[in-house]
């Protein structure tokens, strides 16, 4: 622990003088650092799986209170995982005031929550042809009804953010109408951004495919950030990283919804070749990086109410060390991103000095700001390295212990 | 040519009597199909190449009144080729007046202009960073003005389209700012667009990349459609088939764009792996089914100004074969969209009954609808096989004796 | 019925003089489409789900009895559907003689047998980090122990051909190490070869992604033609049309391997964004088709033993409904590819006529030839519009009768 | 100057330090980050262009013997540009001896020869329709005696290195014949690997699309290494990072290669959507990293005869500057893969210990390797910052002053 401490010491050291030297502010940089909150999804605390199978790891969370010291757990390493976001019914609270007392008792705040509308648990298999697109009208009064339930739950709860994924799409050319089908999303996002509390808003996520394979009903952030503009203002657009076709400019996206006050969240993963929910960062940590400049350009963005979740499936490694790492990744690209000498960039991009614009940029991304994240958790009471702590401490072997090796987390 | 005659008029006959039995009417379609107005670009009628060489064709034109004649030929040929669109200032005609009376004495209409700020003729290369969105307000105020040129001379020759692709982006991460270019774009469209003739329209196309590959500024529809909607209602959008990223769904963006009235034209062509500006339907036939079914599917389709262009690079085969093909493919996926039983879709769709959908869909996309288009022209003039009449009749031969074997199309 | 009948006959009366006229022989054409075995795959009789979920269809088959039943009821009705491929251990019989006994008594022969290392069954997960390359020896020999039973139970049963796709890889950098990796595949494949009966062959499949995220194993026909030079001239390449990146040309592979002697096989599905696991050329009908025109350029390719299944997965539709329309759009690609014209195309390509070249290849890709399909399968006493067929006789209504509307195909 | 230094110092003074506490070898890792030979191609030296147009930069390198003077720029900036890869015709030398000569006197080594026979500068056109793949054998015979005059060019040249990018494909489906199209390339290129002197490497290079857009004669790795194969043994493949479809996993394609001692050399570059040929590393330098991880693997890595080029393409930025970046790049990706601890890695992959892996990795590239790069350049007599000496020194200035504003790279 002392070498450790040493170790980071000297780092911290050494890279605080170089960011003085560059005119930068370290402290201000740790407190941005340190007080990111990134949302956990409740559903991301067990192991994930594909359609070829799921592989446990042992000591996943039972229950909904077990999701939440899971979270806890998390916070208590990091100090920057405070909320969590509640998946609908897999989530849905017996009791909602003891979740409500639970989870302030643990320090942890209630993100949004999200509906599910692409599953059902009874024999009815309402949506397996779409929920609020579908052609019958009683299904989309179902799924209508159902996002309400999930806001009366968030709003016992304390949320106020409805997130919504429409897994809704087609497999085959012609199995829907593509004009009457937005008619009928259009409608039923209406009928529920209605009902809305007044400090809520709703977030529209896009995906171009999967589970539906030919169409999805909202594939791209354009028509996400149509249809929010047919409900109101406080319908917003959500980033899932993941959810792009091949070769997409995701960071030119994020500024575009910036551009026009239209981004609501994040769904922070990697991926490679579809939605595969990896580790944040772990594949493609430039393009994080540069989103992340997008994100931090604004003066205002430290004090909006931003929706930062990471989404990811942890079908091979342990989910709490992946969301370690995570948070990690996302800490480590946002530090980047705060060094980045921006009116030096501004005055290269307005000679069109491209050579000297990529070196600025590259004079951040390549800065180690490892020891500034240390030196930032480490400020706020969390751990230097929490991957390590989570080993050291034996977690995982004390909640299999506790909760079993077969144990799987409910709602998957 | 009896022979030719006699085989078209048994398949015809036998045709005909299938779509009666399917409840159709032949007449109708044969006048949908014989009524296809499909611009001609003026650029599009000399060979292309890649940045690794051209390979001319010979008796290429080499003045706008020699691609009006080779437009002529293509009408005569197949009697839906009856407007020209111009690139300027490819195409800037040094008397207008004549080229105006030229083209009426051909009996050829002008449609869309374009303007064109990716290439500069100077020594000043004002262009190398942008244009409309230039950081330099000289440069964005000299797009500005070539654009509103442009719309005078189309005035003079009688268009009521402005289209502009804008070739602006950047190549490198950090060479530009998203959200200043967002702006600045936005601007110099507007004053555009404020200059308009009440009976013009402007239409907006995107496209992901190339010639910039880090970002264009306007990549995809939604962005064009944000900088349409910043200008007013009659800015729309212009979808060219082979601007998008890998998988993307065009008939679904058709079908957007039309349900926000927001559709302006096409570009049509055919591609596998980026802008390929191959012959139309050379490779994806069934894609371009089902976006003529979305666009057959509004019962004021016909009747509508939409500016239907063929925007192919003839880079191996005749330019004039080439276009000849793509005429052909563009009516035979027309005529079997008219094919399609949409009632009984429309059942299937509402029981989601989807094997029975495809069905549908399958049974107009697998009939063999030549028979139809050859028909059509016949009935407008034109001719049953217009590629065996442009061989036999040794239109290539001609216009090599006449221009030369290595006349170069000018502007390329 | 006798109204199809008769406009049956018109149509394929219509047709047959047609391709008289174009000098094709329609009789052999009838017997070749007639004749394609088309290997139904055991897995595909239930339906299929996504990670997001599953909805049953009611009447699924819960045995390998009943899964035989099935395959016999597609091919009564289409007369191409004669056998069945296994997956083991989801189909391990217990009594082999019983089934093989079964089989035949129902007429359907047994084609490949399929292992599966990606899941276990058991509490060890021992396939979680892979199976032939696992950095465990002993967890290798499992998998290969697995092989070598499955070959037995194959042997029982009459089959010849033993099927691998290897869901081995990694889904993060650094996970494994790519060239130790190859070399444990490698003897791993050896082993199970040199214990291969001398007259089976041994078919390695490729997929670039999918239940992995960074690498697979085996991610492209290159690498699994190098591991199957490593084992023997019996080792050949199993192409999957859904296992490629984004604008593979599959055609090309395809050739490619025939022009090596490397085709082992198919495994017939479309899809548009990654493995789709759709109706068979529901998406691309068009490379359907050209993959067709190089499989039946040989002039053996009919007397050869080929391994062609469909492998698609049925979420939406009905199995059997989703597998009879995949065996017509097969049999339809077919019959079109023998239309071609290939002396004129050959002699188009010599001339470098490519626009001669598209015509050629299109005249046969239009030409309607469902009444040949039709009438190739009344000759051998099939029904000429299966789906139709399977509807009127209600044969789904009457398996839920029987097996029950929740009823789940075993080993999904 | 001295604050540069000063800096450096310190910044070195703390890398070194960091290094030696991680147990490696600072020494060690100069060397070879200071020793790595990139091959500079004479063609890059000029500004390139896409088909939309070409904007120069002025003072472009007008003759061979220009050429040669730039490369001994970048070469006495960098230290690590000593060899010259050379086009023919482009860079045809009309006086051989002289330009060795001259470039002994610079210090320059002629790396490898490469062929093209995708352009002709004739009126024949010959490559329109192909090169060694031609249906015409006189084509074929003028393109393999193309090669072999290439060769001997380079010997006297006193390369050793012939570089093959064959343009050969097609852009229509039926244009060509797949398998008669691999036989004749396979004579094709064996009559020219027959010819090469003893001592004398061929290499393939492979590209899936462009300039033909349905399918190249060599697209993948595959291919490429089929036909190596049906040379001899010193006919290896050639990776370019650009020619490869959307999502190809590189690194693992590099550690295939390298894994069947198949891989002949590197093109570098860096791309998003296509062969976009842009600064290496500016887009995805956790790939870059990835890559060299596999390159460094080997123990023989630095004193194999590796043919290592930059090949990209400078649209906007001064060719010099740009090709300086791409060697920082280059330098600083292989730094960082020195200093992954490859035992602690190997370890954990024994151990399936995903996350320690990952860790392993980043611990790595998250290492600010800047200040070894800049010490291996100053000890081996080049600038710690190259691109600011480049532009203290006022070099594109002086060359615009010498060759003109308006010069043009030859060849291009």
Known sequence: MKTVNTAHQKAWGYLEQCLIDKGLEPDLMLRMVGQIDIAIPSWALGTGGTRFGRFGCGGEPRTLAEKLNDVAVLNRLTRCAGSI?????????????????????????????????????????????????HVNRMVREQAVAHNMEVVEIGKALGAETLSLWLADGSSYPGQDDFMGRLDRIKNSLREIYDCLPDNWQMLIEYKPFEPHFYSMCIPDWGTAWLLARECGPRALVLVDLGHHLPNTNIAQIVATLL???????????????????????????????????????????????????????????DPLEDLIQSIENIQIALAKSLCLDRKK?????????????????????????RPLVAEARLRSGGMANPLSSFRDERIREKLIGERGSQSKASGL
């Open 85 to 133: 976001s509640l998946h609908i019914p897999w989530d849905k609270p017996s009791h909602v005031d003891d979740i409500r007392d639970y989870a302030q008792h643990l320090g942890i705040r209630i993100g949004s929550v999200n509906s599910n509308t692409f599953q059902d648990l009874g024999e009815a298999q309402s949506y397996k042809f779409g929920s609020l697109s």
């Open 259 to 317: 551009w026009k006050g239209a981004l609501g969240g994040f769904h922070f993963n990697d991926s490679k070749y579809a939605d595969d929910d990896l580790t944040v960062g772990c594949l493609r940590p430039y393009d994080l990086y540069l989103i992340f400049c997008e994100l931090t350009k604004e003066n205002t963005w430290s004090t909006q109410k931003r929706n930062w979740m990471i989404d990811a499936s942890h079908n091979l490694k």
């Open 345 to 369: 960039l501004a005055l290269a991009q307005e000679h069109n000095d491209i050579a000297l614009c990529e070196q600025v940029l590259l004079d951040a991304y390549l800065t180690d700001m």
